[in-house]
């Protein structure tokens, strides 16, 4: 039976993570009318190199978005924890001249994440724009400009369209410095047709949730896909209290796959660029016992064979626009499996919305 729009009408998180593709359109219809983009290009029109900054989910995204960097503009870009910079600020400097630097951080006040960005801005002299959720947050005071997204910041704790939106923001910035004006379409297209899919890849995601019964999750991913991994891993471990882990979808052959049992669900993104070769590790774990999960933008029929679950999304484009849909699912998987356990996703155990230091 479909879900309805409020069967979780009284829960945050949940209502956030359908808001996504609505939030997405707002994002992208902002940053091309505000000029904003425009000025952050122009004044970093001779930075060589970008490293993104971020601590938690923020890395993670920091991931997916410098990967994204490389793929549209050529350029180098790496991304880098908050902490790093903190503690070992000299593997920022042996990046040379001419880098510039993305800090991300939903709240703007992240105590790593704002002490990053004045290391880089005092000791290491390399211009910041920070992205952020909040008005007026610390960052952007520290930060040379930043990047403001109002409508992508959320009540809850577990940060989920944040996330998606602060990725597509940046995956802008990026096809902007790349001249690329159809990957930007790709972005429109995929934020309006994904929004009336919510519900009924949520309806496919509750079923599996509450078929089966897992001990174990992993979440495997290849390129820019591994940063979605990653955050798909946390979003698991942080709204259910699972043991969750993340690989590159082929290492996982190379030892990790001692751990594939029957309660081990195994969560593979699919990007077209590895298809066939991560479609042969799924197979594999599959063989080995594995409950397994697909995430594709088009899934071949050893790829259905072998899932217990395919959320195939069908759009037309470049792998690289889909980073945000594709981790929605483990997003509702994380929802889904906490509210079976019993827990709240809204109070997650432990954590706190904003991590500041004294």
Known sequence: MPISNTKYEHSNTWNEILSQGKVWQEVLHTLGQNGQVTSI???????????????GTSFYLAEAAALTWMGLTGQAARAVPGSEVLLYPELVRAEGAKVQAVVISRSGKTSEAVRAANVLKRDLEIPTVGITCARNSELEQTCKTSIVLLAADEQSTVMTRSFTSMLIALQYLAARRARNHAFVEQLDRVAEQFSPRLLSVATKVEAFVSAHSCEDYVFLGQGAFHGIAREAALKVMEMSCSYSQFFHALEFRHGPKAIVSPETCLTFYLGETGYKEEAEVLAEMKELGGVIVAICNRASEGVRAASDL?????????????????????????????????????????????????
Not at 41 to 55: A, N
Not at 336 to 344: E, I
């Open 41 to 55: 290009l122009e004044e970093s029109s001779d930075r060589e190199k970008w490293i993104f900054v971020g601590c």
């Open 310 to 358: 395919v959320v195939e999304l069908n759009f037309a484009g470049h792998e690289l626009a889909l980073l945000a849909p594709y981790v929605v699912p483990s997003q509702m998987m994380g929802f889904f499996t906490g509210m079976r356990k019993g827990l709240n996703p809204d109070a997650p155990k432990n954590l706190t919305r904003v991590v500041m230091l004294e």
